[in-house]
């Protein structure tokens, strides 16, 4: 069993920055990759961005070159850092994390980008 706990969302205007944390916690030896998933009003959640236990890492086409993914293994957490924001990255995020086929979620945290 994994643990996840997300922060660091809040209500910010379209241009400015946010840093959204994950510490994992339990069975956090297995973890195969951990990722930020959104999902906005009326839509179905997605991929933001994913980064394996060796490094690599995917972003969705609309967050590259704005937002970051990156992790402390010694603190076990995943961070997503997100510049440049726009109102169409309003959404509650969400901290994934795979184990073999198995997958984990956090409660989400709400991001608000203001026009």
């Known amino acids: 069993q994994v643990q996840l706990v997300e922060s660091g969302g809040g209500l910010v205007q379209a241009g400015g920055s946010l840093r959204l944390s994950c510490a994992a916690s339990g069975s956090i030896f297995s973890i195969n990759a951990m990722g930020w998933y959104r999902q906005a009003p009326g839509k179905q959640r997605e991929l933001v961005a994913r980064i394996t236990s060796g490094g690599s890492t995917n972003y969705a086409d609309s967050v590259k070159g704005r937002f970051t993914i990156s992790r402390d293994n010694a603190k076990n957490t995943v961070y997503l850092q997100m510049n440049s924001l726009k109102p169409e990255d309003t959404a509650v995020y969400y901290c994934?994390?795979?184990?073999?086929?198995?997958?984990?979620w956090g409660q989400g945290t709400q991001v608000t980008v203001s026009s």
């Open positions: 994934n994390a795979e184990e073999g086929h198995m997958g984990y």
